[in-house]
């Protein structure tokens, strides 16, 4: 009788299997033996600068020694009475105000009073804004904050934004003073004082300080262009309009360089706030950090804020940030010299594919991005300045000459070298007159192949057809205002 062979079983305990799961045990015990190791040296290490960064920082240093009292200027900030609502009277028989109820009650919007025609008798929104601007405390306010001292500084972001309001306010008023009184001399004083907090904003160490501030510097220098265009202001007016932008503005030529050092030294500023240093560049990140308001505050889901953000500042590296740094400033300071669609390109790259990831807290939390909008501020404001320059110069041309000039040529060596290229294009502005007098400064890219010629019949209806694009066109009419529809007449 036979029986099938049936294989020896193999052992459960055989030696390689031991070894085997010997070694797993002993790998991960070291491993995490190594982890618990690191996770306790960094949790306990100390940063190489640990300052109290927090949300309530708003990316700016800590304040300097002020030269004056600093509630000065807070002081006469909160002075100004709260802008009124603006509420538009019911519409005539037979007719309704355009988009119905929804626009007869809202906020008093000061840049408004900018837009359109100076009418206060056919627009109900301006006699509002001059009711307010004629009151007591509104002039006592801003008689005080035309005199506020050199060395005035902010306690805060917010303050920038309250001074932004007062800048608003006197641009708004150098065209009440004209429209209205005929007041050459306080129009330009107006401006003296736009442009005077507009550069305290500008001296507050702040990324928003500097973008806030040149926006504001901007909007006096747009106004003022438009005025010098629509008004008859003569020859010492002008010239006190060259030397206040001249002296106000002169250290904040280069906007966009001007921000980008900020941004990094802030960027250092939180890698020194956070990482440590050995003193030869090598550090990591300090894990008792992790729960600071900054990282808190700026952490935009679950997903990024994971096991993958618990487990990654255990290898992370000092040095491999801060090279990250040092290539994110290089690529910033490289768009400087590209034409604007250029430049717009590779920040918008940059934006979308930034330099930082989820292993390199807690600059990942940070919306670094945006890059060409900030650009395009720093941009305009650089434009508009040009573009203000020009235009005093081609007024004093005309005022000396009883014309306008035939090129742009014919102005002044100094303002040709300082003023006369486009920021967008890095090309020299177009120049045409209109027919009814005045001229417009535009961008030649509405008409690349259109000739120089300032009579040019083709030239004038390209700058026609983009006058409302502030990108292309930098003088002309002024846009309708948004903020008040027109009557149209009820629907049968």
Same mark, same amino acid.
């Given at each position: 009788m036979s029986s099938d062979a049936s294989p020896t079983p193999s052992k459960p305990g055989s030696t390689w299997q031991k070894i085997h799961r010997a070694g797993a045990v002993l790998f991960y015990a070291v491993l995490c033996a190594w982890i618990t190791w690191i996770a306790v040296t960094r949790w306990n290490g100390q940063p190489s600068n640990p300052m109290a960064l927090d949300e309530d920082s708003e990316r700016t240093f800590p304040a300097q020694a002020q030269a004056n009292d600093p509630n000065e200027l807070l002081v +006469?900030?909160?002075?100004?009475?709260?802008? !009124?609502?603006? $509420?538009?009277?019911?519409?005539?028989?037979?007719?309704?105000?355009? &988009?119905?109820?929804?626009?007869?009650?809202?906020?008093?919007?000061?840049?408004?009073?900018?837009?359109?025609?100076?009418?206060?008798?056919?627009?109900?929104?301006?006699? +509002?804004?001059?009711?307010?601007?004629?009151? !007591?405390?509104? $002039?006592?306010?801003?008689?005080?904050?035309?005199?506020?001292?050199? &060395?005035?500084?902010?306690?805060?972001?917010?303050?920038?934004?309250?001074?932004a309001t007062v800048v608003r306010l006197f641009v708004v008023r150098m065209r009440y003073q004209l429209a209205t009184q005929g007041n050459l001399n306080v129009a330009v004083d107006d401006y003296t004082s736009a442009l005077r907090l507009a550069g305290l904003i500008h001296e507050v160490d702040s990324e928003i300080g500097i973008l806030v501030g040149g926006a504001s510097e901007r909007l006096a220098n747009m106004e003022i262009t438009r005025l010098v265009q629509e008004y008859d202001f003569g020859r010492s007016h002008l010239l006190r309009i060259s030397k206040t932008l001249e002296q106000e503005t002169r250290a904040r030529q280069h906007l966009w360089k001007l921000w980008v050092s900020h941004h990094i030294k802030y960027l250092n500023l939180i890698l020194d706030s956070y990482y440590t240093d050995d003193g030869t560049g090598r550090g990591w990140f300090v894990l008792s950090t992790w729960s600071s308001p900054l990282l808190a505050g700026n952490r935009h889901s679950d997903s990024q804020s994971g096991a993958w953000n618990i487990i990654s500042p255990l290898f992370n590296d000092r040095i491999r940030v801060a090279s990250k740094i040092n290539r994110l400033q290089d690529v910033l300071l490289s768009v400087s010299v590209l034409s604007?669609?250029?430049?717009?390109?590779?920040?918008?790259?940059?934006?979308?594919?930034?330099?930082?990831?989820?292993?390199?807290?807690?600059?990942?939390?940070?919306?670094?991005?945006?890059?060409?909008?900030?650009?395009?501020?720093?941009?305009?404001?650089?434009?508009?300045r040009r573009v203000l320059l020009l235009s005093l110069a081609i007024s004093k041309h005309r005022l000396s000459h009883g014309r306008y000039p035939r090129q742009l040529t014919e102005l002044p060596t100094d303002v040709i070298s300082a003023a006369l290229e486009d920021p967008y294009t890095q090309k020299p502005f177009g120049?045409?007159?209109?027919?009814?007098?005045?001229?417009?400064?535009?961008s030649k890219s509405i008409c690349p192949t259109c000739p120089d010629d300032v009579d040019s019949v083709e030239v004038l209806r390209k700058v026609e057809q983009h006058?409302?694009?502030?990108?292309?066109?930098?003088?002309?009419?002024?846009?309708?205002?948004?903020?008040?529809?027109?009557?149209?007449?009820?629907?049968?």
């Open positions: +006469a900030i909160n002075s100004l009475p709260s802008v !009124p609502r603006f $509420v538009l009277p019911p519409a005539p028989p037979g007719m309704q105000w355009e &988009g119905g109820d929804q626009y007869r009650s809202q906020p008093l919007q000061l840049s408004e009073g900018l837009s359109g025609d100076w009418t206060p008798e056919t627009r109900p929104y301006l006699r +509002a804004l001059i009711d307010y601007l004629e009151s !007591p405390d509104v $002039v006592n306010a801003l008689d005080r904050l035309a005199n506020i001292k050199d &060395g005035t500084t902010f306690p805060s972001a917010q303050d920038i934004f309250k001074t604007y669609d250029e430049a717009d390109q590779v920040l918008s790259q940059l934006s979308a594919k930034p330099f930082f990831s989820f292993l390199d807290p807690p600059f990942k939390y940070w919306l670094f991005g945006e890059y060409e909008r900030k650009f395009a501020g720093c941009v305009q404001y650089t434009t508009y120049y045409i007159l209109e027919r009814e007098g005045g001229f417009h400064l535009f006058r409302n694009d502030d990108k292309l066109v930098f003088t002309g009419p002024r846009r309708r205002p948004t903020c008040e529809p027109a009557l149209i007449r009820d629907e049968p």
